[in-house]
């Protein structure tokens, strides 16, 4: 399902409403984020989780206009899952400011090596896209992946207790297995197929 003009608030209701939409929200992430190791987090993305990312930048940008509405629509439409895929947005966490900066020069190319595997293949994300945020030395710390899913895939990631993610990258390989919450979130981005 996609996001369009009449699934948003007007920004009046929205401001009202806001707390209690964030909350929500807040809860609704839980389920989608995982830690790749100490310092990458994937946030799975859905509807819901971009619906709410469209109405707070129409709050911050005060956009009322449908054209501009439509627009923000546009640019995050393809972040929300297709049926046959998972979306994510892929963060690297360095708190110290100096280590952040090494540990992206060290860890370029790390957005083309983060997998999927619900049985003995990996799926490898597809990474930006919409637009190179790496350049030659170093990468971005932040990127959107898309794990690309086709039949047989999905079946085994429906009927596999066991997801793992992971990163293979040689300054940076960890793995993790999926939560059985964190599991159950990301089956409804594949029961729309």
């Known amino acids: 399902m996609k996001l369009k003009i009449e699934d948003l608030l007007s920004l009046e209701d929205y401001d009202n409403q806001r707390e209690v939409i964030k909350t929500d929200l807040i809860n609704h992430k839980k389920n989608r984020t995982v830690s790749i190791g100490e310092h990458v987090i994937l946030l799975f993305e859905d509807y819901s989780t971009i619906k709410y990312q469209v109405q707070e930048m129409l709050r911050i940008e005060k956009i009322f206009n449908k054209k501009e509405i439509q627009e923000e629509i546009n640019a995050y439409n393809p972040l929300i899952p297709d049926g046959d895929n998972l979306k994510a947005t892929m963060l690297i966490m360095y708190p110290d400011v100096d280590e952040r900066r090494v540990m992206l020069s060290k860890l370029h190319d790390i957005e083309n090596n983060i997998w999927l595997s619900c049985s003995s293949k990996k799926i490898t994300a597809f990474a930006d896209e919409d637009l190179e945020r790496s350049t030659d030395t170093k990468t971005s710390a932040v990127h959107f992946l898309r794990f690309q899913l086709d039949s047989d895939d999905i079946t085994r990631f ?13 300054e940076y390989s960890k793995e993790v297995v999926l939560e059985s919450n964190t599991r159950a979130s990301l089956v409804k981005d594949l029961s729309n197929n």
């Open 158 to 170: 429906l009927s596999n207790e066991k997801i793992t993610l992971g990163v293979n990258h040689s």
